[in-house]
């Protein structure tokens, strides 16, 4: 098999490659550089991308002329209906695609053109944090509306979410799903009850599925857009396949808005900002991964699900003091450290000064995050062990 174990299993360095989650890792947690750190922060991977994307890129930097592109090749958005189509069960059409440089920046040209100043947006904590940073950053006023965690299980607010909406200074409704750190694949139920909240009550949905391709085995992703009629009237997609298939510095990412007046509102918004000129790799490569690259899915997907097994068992078996639960989605486990003993602040120093590994701090990710880390798994078995042996040597010193 061409994308089996073995593929996923070879360590790639990256160090030494201007890589944020490597070369950036020590600046970013204010570890000496001298310190040798384990990086499982940030969301990208370190397996390399599918060949026939890689062989496709060199093809076309081979060429050697970089200059302006057509934004819409033909044959591109007819690539993504049919991935939508196979993957997400459900019918887009070619002309309801957009093209963005990134899942964040379409958020904020929604943010932009959606709400004024002082508006209020409803996010669902803990969450993804750039969500809200957009939100800050365009002076729009941040409605939280926390998730309910049981035993490491999230569930949504439905009583706290009907009010909310009922406010009209609350214009947006951004969500993820799978959701982004808890690895939670929303229900069909989950979903329809929180579109049709939005549908009825004019709060316009941006609904995050960038990481729909990467669901854990046993587990099932239902995209927000097989549900109902409504509900795509009133849903902004965002997607790329820079999750999957490990193309994020690629910039290459995509909108779906199937109402019309939403989308022209959105396309305007786009060309205020001069935003009209794809990235040349990007598009090779979304078009070579999306018509070309599905058994590398299914290898991914199953790789990462067993390294999600593995921690799990690991940590139920040698460090009780943590509790961890496999995620249903994203290569990310959330996991829950305040059975350690230890302040939120004495976690986050801990597990990047003492146990010297880089992942995503709890409180990053707003109301809901005290207490608890975020790994991202999307790397060699080895790894995965180097880092479980790093953090029991690490917890053991400390108790
Ligand atoms: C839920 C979610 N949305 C968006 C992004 C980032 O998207 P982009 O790099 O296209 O802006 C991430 C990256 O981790 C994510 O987890």
């Known amino acids: 098999m061409k994308y089996g174990k073995d593929f996923f299993d070879t360590y ?6 201007r890589s944020i989650k490597w070369d950036g890792c020590n600046a970013k947690f ?6 040798e750190m384990l990086p499982m922060w940030i969301a990208d991977m370190d397996f390399k991308a599918p060949d ?18 057509i934004n819409r090749p033909d044959s591109f958005p007819a690539s993504i209906a049919r991935w939508i189509c196979c993957r997400y069960h459900w019918q887009a059409k070619e002309e309801w695609i957009l093209f963005t440089p990134g899942v964040i920046p379409g958020f904020n040209i929604s943010y932009q053109t959606f709400t004024q100043p002082g508006d209020g947006i409803i996010v669902q904590t803990p969450i993804y944090y750039p969500f809200m940073d957009g939100i800050r950053n365009n002076g729009r006023k941040m409605v939280v509306n926390q998730l309910v965690e049981t035993d490491g299980y999230y569930t949504m607010n439905f009583e706290e979410l009907e009010q909310l909406v009922k406010d009209p200074n609350n214009k947006i409704l951004i969500m993820a799903n799978p959701h982004n750190p808890t690895g939670r694949c929303w229900t069909a139920e989950e979903l329809t009850r929180l579109g049709e909240l939005c549908a009825d009550n004019g709060v316009l949905l941006i609904c995050d599925e960038i990481h729909a391709d990467i669901i854990m085995e046993g587990a099932q992703h239902c995209s927000m857009g097989t549900l109902s009629k409504k509900i795509l009237q009133n849903t902004i997609f965002h997607y790329a396949p820079s999750k999957t ?3 994020a510095g690629l910039q290459t990412a995509y909108v779906v808005i199937p109402n019309d007046d939403i989308r022209a509102k959105f396309e305007a918004g786009l060309t205020a ?7 040349w790799f990007g598009q090779v490569a979304l078009e070579t991964a999306y018509d070309r690259c599905g058994d590398y899915v299914e290898g991914m997907c199953r790789y990462v699900s067993a390294n999600m097994d593995y921690m799990v068992a690991y940590i139920q078996k040698n460090l009780p003091m943590l509790k961890v639960r496999k995620s249903e989605g994203t290569y990310m486990v959330w996991v829950d450290f305040r059975g350690t003993g230890m302040t939120t602040e004495e976690i986050e120093h801990f ?4 146990a010297h590994i880089g992942v995503d701090m ?3 990710f707003g109301p809901g995050g005290e207490g608890w880390l975020r790994f991202n798994l999307a790397c060699p078995r080895s790894l995965v062990e180097k880092a479980m042996a790093m953090l029991t040597r690490a917890l053991y010193s400390k108790l």
Do not use: S
Not at 12 to 17: A, P
Not at 30 to 35: A, I, K, L, P
Not at 273 to 279: G, H, K, P, Q, Y
């Open 351 to 354: 597990i990047a000064h003492k």
């Open 52 to 69: 026939e994307v890689v062989e496709a890129v060199a093809e076309r930097a081979a060429h050697g002329v970089y200059g302006y592109i």
């Open 362 to 364: 709890g409180t990053w």
């Open 30 to 35: 204010g570890v000496d550089e001298g310190v």
């Open 245 to 247: 298939f490990n193309l």
């Open 12 to 17: 790639i360095e990256r160090r030494g490659t």
């Open 273 to 279: 900002n001069r935003i009209f000129n794809m990235n």
